[in-house]
């Protein structure tokens, strides 16, 4: 069964730091790696999206990187803000199949 | 309204109660997408639909679960006596082709089954 790991589960930061966020996953090739955010009791929306062959993408303060050698994803959030909390979910699509992470749930404090 | 949009945003069964749930896609968007969120974990397929097709059913945990589309648009997510561990945010998305491509999600049904 294919499989995304997040990691952390959840972190703390102060507004204004940067924090990363790792995605493991065992799908390989794959169609596209997404990262989404979340926010409390809304639907996920999309922040990058990466090709199998790509190795960062930025929108804004996110930028994503991806190592297919060891099969990893980051997402890094430049100069946090408060409205950055929420959770970040990493998502493999590899054909028909969309595979989740459990996501990493982020708090930015002021 | 633009984007997708999903009734009720939360629902109470009592176990053994048949719940439906609805989701509008947004309009024009061929293929839709039904997944379940459990608390503090990532959403997990369900089902798929390309039209009124439903392409995928796979992650139907069972066949208390049912899903249809049948003119291609809104669709319906009934779960029939329901139990307590169906106790899940249901999230519908939709996207413009198919399930590599961006995917727009509704705001989810809260279940809480009693």
């Known amino acids: 069964k294919n499989q995304v790991e997040q990691s952390p589960q959840s972190l703390i930061i102060l507004e204004g730091k940067n924090c990363t966020l790792q995605c493991n996953y065992t799908v390989s090739p794959f169609s596209n790696l997404r990262w989404y955010k979340q926010d409390t009791g809304r639907g996920p929306v999309s922040l990058t999206i990466?090709?199998?062959?790509?190795n960062t993408k930025s929108n804004g303060r996110y930028t994503a990187t991806l190592d297919a050698d060891t099969k990893q994803s980051s997402l890094h959030i430049t100069a946090s803000q408060l409205s950055d909390s929420a959770s970040y979910i990493c998502?493999?699509?590899?054909?028909?199949?969309?595979?989740f992470g459990g996501g990493t749930r982020l708090m930015v404090k002021p | 309204g633009a984007g997708v949009s999903q009734s009720p945003r939360y629902k109470v069964a009592k176990r053994g109660q048949d719940v439906a749930l609805r989701c509008d896609p947004i309009s024009g968007h061929v293929s839709l997408f039904w997944y379940q969120q459990a608390l503090g974990q990532g959403p997990e397929f369900l089902t798929y639909?390309?039209?009124?097709?439903?392409?995928?059913k796979s992650g139907l945990p069972s066949d208390r679960f049912f899903a249809e589309r049948p003119e291609g648009s809104v669709s319906t997510l009934k779960i029939q006596r329901t139990q307590q561990e169906d106790s899940a945010v249901y999230l519908c998305?939709?996207?413009?082709?198919?399930?590599?491509?961006?995917?727009?999600f509704g705001p989810g049904t809260r279940l809480t089954v009693l």
């Open positions: 998305a939709s996207s413009s082709g198919g399930p590599a491509d961006t995917q727009y």
């Open positions: 998502v493999v699509h590899e054909g028909n199949m969309l595979t």
């Open positions: 639909f390309q039209n009124e097709a439903q392409l995928d």
């Open positions: 990466m090709t199998f062959s790509e």
